[in-house]
DNA sequence: TTTTTTTAGTGAATTTATTCACAGATAATA
DNA sequence: TATTATCTGTGAATAAATTCACTAAAAAAA
C-alpha cells in the first residue's frame, strides 16, 4: 500500500478518535463527523477510507469497533510495539511516565541516559540504563522504536547509535536537525518550531 | 500575505536553519542545501522564497545574516512574544525550563496550576500562579501564547479560559482534541499520534 | 579577457490533493 | 408500501503544490 503522508497522517487521527468514540460507546460514526473532528472534509475522509477499502454503511456510517479493529490490522496499530527514551532529563522522564503511551499500544520498555549518578536517582517502574548498554538492550527486548531526548549536541551520536542498534522508527524532540538514514522512519518534533509556526500563522493564515 | 501552510512550516524551519548556520559563522546558503537540511527539493524552497521576495545572490545563494533579519521582519519571530504553561506536571515543568525557547524569542513568562500545594513545591525561576489567576496574569503580563500541559480531562477547561483570557494562539500537548475558536491560531503536539504515524508508515511509506 | 560553472528567479508543465456531483443503498417516515 | 432523507463510494472536475526548463547574473577558471 502506498498512501501520502497527509492520509496517513488523518487515519493516524480518525484511529484515536475512534478509540475515543469507542470508549463512550458511540456505535456509528459519519464520515461528516470525523471530518468535523480531525478539521478535514467530508470528502476526503470518504477518499483516504476508500484506500482502505473499510465498508462504510448506508445512513448509518462506519461501525467504529469493526472499523478500528480493521485500521489496527491494516497499519498493525493494535500491535503492542516497544520503544525506548534516550536521555532522562526534565522531558526525558517525563516522556518515561506518560500514560498515554501505554493505553494506546505503545510500551516504553528501557530508559537510557549518560549520567550514572542520574539513573541512580530516578525514580520510576521503568528499567533504566547507562547508554553504553543501548545497542544490548535493544537487541534483548525488541525494541522497534527511539525517543530522543537529549540536548542538541548530542542528539546525533544518539541517533547513530539507535541506528546502529536496529530501530525502525525514531522520534526526534531535540531541537536540531538530525541525520537519519532514510530506512528508518523518523519524525521531528520541535517546540520552538511549533510556536513559531503558530506565531508565523498570526501574520499569515490562510485557511 | 498568505501563504500556505506547508510554505510557512518550510519557513520556519529555514529560520531555525539560519539561527543555526549564523552561530556557526556561515555567511551564505544556497537553496539547495537548504532543501537538503528541511527535506524538500531546491524548487520548492525557491518558490517559497520567492514569495516572501527574499534577495539571493547568484553562484553564492542567500546571505545568511540579512535573510534571517528580514524573515523575522516579516513573520514577526523576532519580536518576543510571552507565553505561558498550564499544567505543572511532569511534562508543564519539563516545558517551563526549556532552555530552547528563551533562546529563540519566545519567553515564559507565568505558569499555571490548579494545585497550590504543587505550585509551592516547584523550584523555579519562573513566576507559578494558581489556574484561578490566569486571566488576570494574561492580561497583566501581555501573554500571547498559551501552553496547554494538562490531562485530557481538563484540556477543554483550560483552553476556554486561555480563551477567554485573550492569548492568541495555543500550543496543545493534551492528548485530545479540543474546541478552539477560529480566530485562535493552535497546533496539536499529540505524542502517542506522533508514534502511530511513526508505526503506520512502517507499513505504508511513500517518500 | 573569454569561457565555464553555479546559482537565483520564474512561467509553464506536471503531478498530487481536494472537492464536487451524482449513483446506489437503506433507514426512517408517511 | 411508497416516499423521503441521508450516507457511502467514486469518477470527473477543480484546485493546489511541486517540479521542470530555461533565462539572467556573476563568480571562478582558463
Do not use: W
Not at 503492542?80 to 498515554?100: M, P, S
Not at 537487541?139 to 537529549?150: P, T
Not at 536540531?176 to 532514510?182: F, Q, Y
Amino acid at each position: 500500500m502506498d498512501l501520502s503522508n497527509n492520509t496517513i497522517e488523518r487515519i493516524c487521527k480518525i484511529f484515536g478518535h475512534l478509540d475515543a468514540l469507542e470508549k463512550r460507546g458511540v456505535d456509528f460514526v459519519s464520515s461528516k463527523e470525523l471530518a468535523g473532528e480531525i478539521g478535514a472534509t467530508e470528502y476526503t475522509i470518504r477518499k483516504d477510507i476508500s484506500l482502505l477499502g473499510g465498508p462504510g454503511y448506508t445512513r448509518k456510517g462506519y461501525e467504529v469497533k469493526s472499523f478500528k479493529k480493521e485500521l489496527g490490522e491494516k497499519f498493525l496499530l493494535t500491535k503492542r510495539r516497544k520503544a525506548c527514551i534516550v536521555g532522562l532529563g526534565r522531558l526525558g522522564t517525563a516522556l518515561l511516565d506518560y500514560e498515554n503511551f501505554q493505553e494506546d499500544g505503545f510500551e516504553i520498555v528501557a530508559g537510557f541516559d549518560c549520567s550514572v549518578n542520574k539513573i541512580e536517582r530516578i525514580r520510576t517502574s521503568i528499567d533504566v540504563f547507562a547508554v553504553s548498554r543501548l545497542e544490548e538492550i535493544v537487541e534483548a527486548r525488541d525494541i522497534e522504536l527511539g525517543i530522543v531526548a537529549v540536548p542538541a549536541e548530542s542528539a546525533q551520536e544518539v541517533v547513530d547509535l539507535l541506528t546502529k542498534a536496529g530501530v525502525k522508527g525514531i522520534l526526534n524532540f531535540s531541537p536540531v536537525k538530525v541525520n537519519i538514514p532514510t530506512h528508518i522512519v523518523h519524525l521531528d518534533m520541535d517546540f520552538t518550531n511549533a510556536l513559531r509556526f503558530i506565531a508565523a500563522r498570526f501574520i499569515m493564515k490562510k485557511t
